[in-house]
């Protein structure tokens, strides 16, 4: 990635993971809001994951990088990545319904799609691409006019923040004209919703019904295509997960029969359900997560 992409761009400040920090040491720290109080969080680490979310850069990075997307891939005269390639990249493959993370001026009537990777919108006639993120403690937004060779980048050192939003629907504003409604306000409310989502407490039921089996009997390590392994692992009355080669720490707290909340500790999860399915020998055989997908037992704890 250095030698094909970030050093041709000059990309200085950019690195493929979070081990390329700054030599410098120049690196703001993360942010988040934990328990009411803003304080500085650890960052997230995802060079398990690769290409979604282990990147480092720098807003003016970021910057030389839409120029060489605007540009057709090249960048000081170097043809870095093939035309057709940009274009396969950014056009739209698949109509999306909007979620609590599409802000304004995305609405019903912008024709949300998204590429490969890409969010793309329109927005008073022109196409506008988009690529929001959000890890612990950082916030960021890509997005640029291809037609009108300009772009903003935005990057916010606090969780959830709708800040990235707001600077780039406010440049959206200035260069394409108005909005018909007051986006800024949109944009709060759906950032004040979205606040809302990651700090409400997940309604369980008065009366669970206890698990089937032994919780011992859900112990062991599971797989999927995708995550590879987890393992389940039973101390007492608590049942914890570690993730993957790194062993990403979760935690289980019981809701009703076999389905617990699987809650990853950082301020931007929220709880999601995860049912364990229990084969005919009283051991589970595998589990389902609503986010992660399934997973089959491949070993005993």
């Not at 942010?31 to 398990?48: C, N, P, R």
């Not at 035309?83 to 599409?102: D, F, G, K, N, W």
Request: hydrophobic share 40%; proline share 6%.
């Amino acid at each position: 990635m250095r030698e094909r992409l970030f050093d041709p761009v000059g990309m200085s400040r950019s690195g493929p993971a979070l081990a390329n920090r700054p030599a410098d040491g120049n690196m703001s720290a993360n942010h988040g809001v934990v328990d009411g109080q803003l304080q500085t969080v650890e960052a997230d680490d995802h060079g398990v994951y690769g290409s979604a979310g282990s990147a480092i850069s720098t807003a003016n990075d970021l910057a030389r990088w839409m120029q060489m997307l605007l540009d057709g891939g090249q960048a000081d005269g170097q043809q870095l990545v093939q035309p057709e390639t940009v274009r396969e990249m950014l056009a739209p493959s698949m109509i999306s319904p909007l979620s609590i993370s599409e802000m304004a001026p995305i609405d019903a009537y912008a024709g949300f799609s998204y590429g490969l990777g890409w969010g793309n919108f329109h927005y008073h006639g022109h196409e506008v691409i988009e690529k929001g993120g959000a890890l612990d403690g950082v916030r960021t937004v890509v997005c640029f006019v291809p037609q009108l060779n300009v772009g903003v980048a935005v990057v916010a050192k606090r969780n959830l923040t709708a800040l990235p939003e707001a600077i780039r629907g406010f440049v959206l504003e200035q260069v394409l004209d108005r909005a018909d409604t007051d986006i800024q306000q949109k944009i709060e409310e759906a950032g004040a919703a979205i606040d809302a989502a990651f700090t409400s407490t997940p309604s369980l039921p008065a009366n669970p019904v206890p698990p089937a089996v032994p919780l011992e009997a859900l112990a062991g390590v599971y797989e999927n295509a995708l995550y590879a392994e987890f393992r389940i692992i039973v101390e007492g009355d608590v049942v914890r997960l570690e993730a993957g080669p790194a062993r990403r720490p979760a935690t289980f707290e019981h809701v009703n029969h076999t389905t617990f909340l699987l809650d990853w500790g950082t301020v931007t999860s929220i709880p999601g359900e995860t049912t364990f399915i229990v084969g005919p020998g009283g051991i589970a055989i595998g589990f389902e997560n609503e986010d992660l997908g399934r997973f089959e037992r491949v070993a005993d704890a």
